[in-house]
């Protein structure tokens, strides 16, 4: 494999600042994420192909692990999850964070401890609670007051589960409304300030069947800033001594939730995960001491900061025309394997890959869903001379892109295909018409 840095005229694309460390330069415009081509993984795994770095997976883990030490990591699987994504993030020392039936029995059965999962959900289906009981989850988060009498009765009089309380901290931070949650008004936790949370832990602390762990509160995703989660702290070791006060109880843990924000194109600011754990750690350890309390053990939850920078969605040029003033590169694959730019106006930094390029001029790209708002990317750089039959890498396209994708147009969902040093396997193969057809079975 060539790994020499070869100048390319494009230079407002030759970025690479927000690619997986590994990914390095080939002659010719190509690129090697993992030792891997990524051309080469594109021409024997078909488009459009997800391209995860189990390295670049493995070191995120590790780095939370080191600037958390003392604390809980779980990964948030509705992030991405496959069964080589549970062997890492286990084998990386991380508990899981899960939200349905589904992830839950994906992950127990790729052999992940039980214990170190947490069940969350606003609403959680009967599946999902007798999937978590029967396996023996860690904890499960309570997100309504109707579900403590309902998950008292699953564990029955002999059981013991553990529990925590979602709290709506009532700090507004993410980056766009659909992903905020940490205010009253939206569906999630239980509010703070309107007393149903220190009601639900009041009705809790009287049910036999459960154990009160701690509080739980998630304020919202793609956060740049530490701030809203110092206030979240706060507000959060308020009620940890209120309930000390009013229930003479002591609740040994506080998961902060996740939402650690990450660049998507070069120059975005992503959430410093080191500075957040060394001032997490001293907002608590003051905290705890003006308010008379031992220090919980904290507990946090990140998944597209896991995740999402190591990986890469890799397209074919379609079509190409210019429409008025805008050129259209129409690729192999769009809103159904990633919804994120319809559904939020997230930008991406596409980038042609495996040719030489021309100078560039701006492009939209768009997907071959059949909906005008079917775009990955506007107006970006891409070269003049692009053409049907290239391909368009797109990077930090690991978290909630192919987890939220979909079966529009009956195109199929994509692959996902590991690579590390220099090899590349299948993890995920791709969905295909005969997949399709087989759910289809009335007349
Ligand atoms: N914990 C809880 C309770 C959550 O609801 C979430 C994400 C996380 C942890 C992980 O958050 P992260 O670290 O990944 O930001 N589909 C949206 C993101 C939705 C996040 C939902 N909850 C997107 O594509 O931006």
């Not at 368009?392 to 994509?414: D, E, F, H, K, T």
Request: with cysteine.
């Amino acid at each position: 494999m060539t790994t020499a840095v070869v100048p390319t005229p494009d230079s407002g694309t030759d970025d690479l600042s927000v690619w997986p460390a590994s990914t390095t330069r080939l002659g010719h415009g190509g690129l090697a994420v993992g030792g891997v081509d990524l051309a080469e993984a594109a021409e024997r795994f078909g488009t459009p192909v997800y391209v995860l770095d189990e390295g670049e997976v493995r070191e995120r883990c590790r780095t939370y692990r080191a600037a958390f030490p003392d604390a809980e990591v779980l990964y948030a699987a509705k992030a991405f999850l496959s069964r080589a994504m549970v062997r890492w993030v286990d084998e990386e020392g991380l508990g899981l964070d899960a939200c349905s039936a589904g992830e839950l029995e994906l992950a127990v059965l790729a052999g992940f401890p039980p214990g170190r999962i947490v069940l969350h959900g606003n609403a959680k289906s009967p599946r999902d609670l007798d999937s978590a009981l029967r396996l023996g989850v860690g904890r499960i988060v309570i997100d309504s007051p109707s579900e403590i009498a309902r998950i008292a009765a699953a564990v029955g009089p002999a059981g013991r589960q553990k529990v925590l309380v979602r709290v709506v901290p009532g700090v507004s931070a993410g980056g766009h409304d659909k992903i905020r949650t940490g205010t009253d008004g939206q569906k999630f936790g239980l509010s703070l300030t309107d007393g149903s949370a220190l009601s639900a832990v009041a009705h809790v602390l009287s049910q036999p069947g459960l154990e009160l762990a701690g509080l739980h509160c998630h304020i919202g995703s793609q956060i740049t800033e530490v701030e809203p989660y110092l206030t979240a702290l706060r507000r959060m070791v308020g009620l940890l001594a209120r309930i000390r006060d009013e229930h003479g109880r002591v609740l040994p843990e506080l998961d902060l939730g996740g939402g650690h924000g990450i660049a998507y194109r070069p120059g975005e600011a992503a959430l410093d995960v080191t500075a957040l754990a060394r001032r997490l750690r001293g907002a608590l350890a003051e905290g705890c001491a003006a308010a008379g309390l031992p220090v919980p053990r904290l507990v946090i939850e990140p998944g597209r900061a896991v995740v999402g920078p190591a990986g890469v969605a890799v397209y074919r040029v379609l079509a190409v025309k210019s429409t008025g003033d805008t050129v259209f590169v129409a690729v192999d694959g769009g809103m159904s394997d990633n919804p994120r730019p319809a559904l939020y106006g997230v930008r991406y930094a596409p980038r042609l890959i495996g040719r030489t390029p021309a100078a560039p001029r701006p492009a939209t790209v768009v997907g071959r869903h059949c909906e005008a708002g079917d775009v990955l990317a506007a107006g970006v750089a891409l070269p003049g001379d692009v053409r049907p039959g290239d391909l368009i890498a797109v990077p930090v396209a690991g978290a909630y892109q192919l987890s939220m994708a979909s079966g529009y147009n009956m195109v199929g969902r994509p692959p996902v295909v590991a690579v590390h040093e220099g090899a590349a396997r299948l993890l995920v193969r791709r969905e295909t018409l005969a997949d399709l057809r087989r759910r289809d079975i009335g007349e």
